[in-house]
């Protein structure tokens, strides 16, 4: 290297100390222009459908404005990365071909870190098309979870002419929370899912938080008949209630220009779930308001008037309500109200109230101090049903993790999964009637060929070969005031054990050891249901990559496991039973 070499190197080494002027041409039509510490231009003049940004999730918070032709076109957060790339993540341009396209960065500095300089701007990349990284140690079988990016609650879920939709609370730019987005998948047979693109952005009125969607086969709304109507929570500076119309089978939806609908005096007024009342012919919708829920009603979908409160004195108020839904069983309501914390396990999870609607106001039928969980698992939550489910069928979905711990569960390119679907339904118990969660009937298209085995205290493979997804059906005898447990191990020792406690009347799920824990101090735990299992008894478990799903006759327990290698033996206390196994596949 000459003298003049060197010289260039240093004047370029300290202006980019000093994070300002100096210009890289990345690739080609790809600059970055670093104008300040915290400042950068990426200038894209053509070439490429997507800009594939490099992720780190330590890396400080980027805010991102997109400008076309000096217009702005949209804005968001992306933690860019410095030290590391953990993965990439797409940045559409599809919709700005033949534009000057122009990425205004700004940075927010993080534990000392956060100059525009220390960005791995070499990262970036240009291209025609994206596929997320490869398969992922914990990515599920037969759960639906993004393809890459962090999802939480599912939202908006509607069928239509024989298609199941699927919207969820969406972040495309990280496996963080952060740009909620409506993102969306559909499926057929509520087992193979495809997810396609997003269906509504956020916008000047906030981001796009939980929501519902109809479909509005008498055209009330003026939208089009057969139009799919979404409502949902516009999260700006306060929360307010928007609309969205599709009149393509929702694939594209178009925002309502008298966008807010609903707007109330509350810090925490989300998630609206809309429903057809067909005693009053009108269009009602429940809202999660702080600690209680509130009706509404429209005639046309569009325009609302406030009806009724619940829930000020009754069920749990450890936490925020959340996630409301309204739907009819047989002769009676069931209120569906998620929490946040104060689930029976610790966290987030799912209450519920029978009782009645009578178009204007839901009343319960039992006293204010009961309160029923949904699921008494630590990972289930944001359960909500799909509108105009086929057959009458009341089918739900819930979001399969814990607000506790849910950022830092050891998956990378994606964060979350979804339960199985679930079909509802009203039971007695004693005096009481009880919500029965059940596995949708469409879960046993995904059975392989059954092993029948017996269970008793040596441990047993349940397969030749691992497999990570699978259904287990065990029939057994439950001795009077005794116990009866069954564990899930592999060969690395890690295990989850099942216990029913005949004196108790309980069940529970022991995953202490069940693999990873140490992400957060809250994870290894035992999750407790009240049950009133006695002589025979049938227990459905569905396992995959990343979570256990126990099925009992009056309890279900959701919880996420992450085992080194999947369980691949089963054993007992002593109690000997019988077990059908089903390996599971699309």
């Known amino acids: 290297m000459n003298i003049l070499e060197r010289l260039v190197g240093a004047v370029a080494m300290i202006a980019s100390l000093l994070g300002g002027g100096i210009t890289k041409a990345l690739a080609q039509d790809v600059r970055v222009e670093t104008l300040s510490e915290r400042h950068a231009l990426v200038r894209v003049d053509g070439g490429g459908r997507y800009l594939l940004l490099p992720v780190q999730e330590s890396a400080p918070e980027a805010t991102v404005n997109v400008l076309a032709d000096t217009r702005k076109e949209r804005d968001f957060t992306v933690r860019l990365a410095m030290d590391k790339v953990d993965y990439l993540v797409p940045l559409d341009l599809g919709g700005l071909a033949g534009r000057k396209v122009i990425l205004d960065i700004n940075l927010r500095p993080r534990e000392g870190r956060g100059t525009a300089a220390q960005i791995d701007w070499k990262a970036l990349k240009l291209s025609d098309v994206f596929e997320p990284e490869g398969h992922e140690t914990y990515r599920p ?33 990280g496996s963080q929370w952060g740009n909620m987005t409506w993102g969306h998948a559909v499926t057929r047979d509520l087992v193979s899912w495809k997810q396609i693109d997003n269906a509504i952005e956020p916008d000047p009125l906030g981001a796009i938080f939980s929501g519902s969607a109809v479909e509005d086969k008498e055209n009330v709304s003026g939208f089009g008949a057969g139009a799919i109507v979404a409502m949902f929570t516009s999260a700006g500076q306060s929360q307010t209630q928007s609309i969205a119309y599709s009149v393509d089978g929702g694939r594209t939806f178009t925002k309502y220009a008298g966008n807010p609908v609903i707007v109330y005096d509350a810090p925490d007024f989300r998630d609206p779930k809309m429903f057809l009342d067909k005693g009053t012919g009108q269009w009602k919708v429940v809202i999660a308001a702080g600690q209680e829920v509130q009706f509404w009603t429209s005639k046309n979908l569009r325009e609302w008037s406030y009806e009724s409160s619940f829930g000020r004195t009754y069920g749990s108020h450890a936490g925020v309500w959340e996630c409301p839904d309204l739907v009819r069983i047989g002769d009676k309501d069931v209120l569906i109200v998620n929490i946040n914390p104060g689930g029976p396990a610790g966290g987030s999870a799912t209450q519920y109230f029978v009782g009645k609607f009578d178009g204007h106001a839901f009343r319960p039928d039992e006293a204010p101090e009961v309160t029923r969980w949904m699921d008494h698992g630590k990972d289930h939550y944001a359960t909500v049903t799909w509108s105009g489910a086929p057959d009458g069928r009341v089918v739900a979905l819930a979001w399969m993790s814990n607000w506790e711990y849910a950022g830092a569960v050891p998956t990378k390119v994606f964060r979350s999964a979804n339960s199985i679907p679930r079909d509802l339904s009203l039971v007695k118990s004693g005096n009481e009637t009880i919500l029965k969660s059940s596995p949708s009937p469409e879960m046993e298209a995904l ?60 069940f529970s799920m022991d995953r202490r050891a069940s693999g990873e824990t140490g992400f957060s101090k809250t994870f290894p735990t035992v999750t407790k249901a009240p049950t009133n299992a006695e002589g025979k008894t049938e227990l459905r478990l569905f396992v995959d990559a990343a979570s256990v799903e126990a099925f009992g006759e009056d309890f279900v327990m959701t919880n996420l496991v992450f085992p080194s290698t999947p369980y691949n033996r089963i054993y007992s206390n002593g109690v000997k039973a019988d077990i059908t196994i089903y390996p599971l596949a699309k």
């Open 447 to 506: 059975r392989g060929t059954p092993v029948r085995k017996k269970v008793s205290k040596s441990p047993m493979a349940l397969f030749a070969e691992p497999h990570q997804a699978y259904e287990l059906v065990i029939r057994f005898n439950i001795p009077k005031g005794k116990e009866a447990s069954f564990t899930l191990r592999n060969d690395e020792g890690e295990k989850v054990e099942m216990t029913f406690d005949g004196a108790a009347g309980e």
């Open 141 to 173: 079988l037969y759960h639906f979870a993004p393809d890459y990016g962090w999802m939480n609650d599912p939202n908006g879920m509607v069928y239509k002419d024989g298609e199941w939709h699927l919207f969820f609370q969406y972040n495309p730019f």
